[in-house]
């Protein structure tokens, strides 16, 4: 298996034909996802700095944190784990800013992280469910809608209605060694799929 930097090409295809959102968020850096037969199976993209709130949420500057936004891939990659786990050793060789890496599982979609567990990411809890907008028969995530058609309060409840958003479990790993105690502090166990949705 191998990862190289992703064109804004692969990045949209990916997720329009292998991720359930069909929305492509704000990406800073994504990598491409090659199997042992050199198949190009799909994206694996991070949001760095888009969330400076979060990134206060634990103490560190903007810049500090980055999300896994997406892992789109076509499930002829193999391991989604290993894929997810050299994209991380990436993203801590050529962005030596990021101390910390977030990622959130979709209680909605059945998720309870599994992939994250493979790769020792740290359970932290659930994260409040944040409204969403249902617009022109779509479900657009708050902060990807604002991106694309600015505030919602231009339009109409017609025109676009607000949904309560589902409850996401929240991920975290270090880059940094140094943040490894506040880490454990934050450390719950690991879901199960019977009690994912339990807030």
Known sequence: MRLEKA????????????????????VQSAFSVFNDDDEWCGVIC???GANNVLAKSFGLPNGAVAELV???????????????????????????LIRLLVSYADTEQGHEGIIYQAS????CG????????MFQGKRWHGRSFRS???????????????ISGSVKLKYIYPLDK???????KLSKPYPKKQSAVIV
Request: proline fraction near 4%; aromatic fraction near 10%; hydrophobic fraction near 35%.
């Open 148 to 162: 694309s058609h600015g505030s919602h309060t231009q339009y109409t409840e017609k025109e676009l209605q607000i």
């Open 120 to 123: 020792n990411w740290i359970y």
């Open 7 to 26: 064109s804004t090409k692969a990045i949209k295809y990916a997720i329009m034909n292998f991720h359930y959102s069909k929305s492509v968020p704000m």
């Open 178 to 184: 140094s943040l490894i105690p506040m880490c454990k």
């Open 46 to 48: 991070y949001a760095i």
């Open 70 to 96: 997406r892992v789109a891939l076509n499930g002829k990659q193999g391991t989604t784990s290993k894929a997810v786990s050299i994209s991380m050793r990436i993203i801590k060789k050529h962005s030596p």
């Open 126 to 133: 659930n994260s409040q469910a944040a409204d969403e907008y």
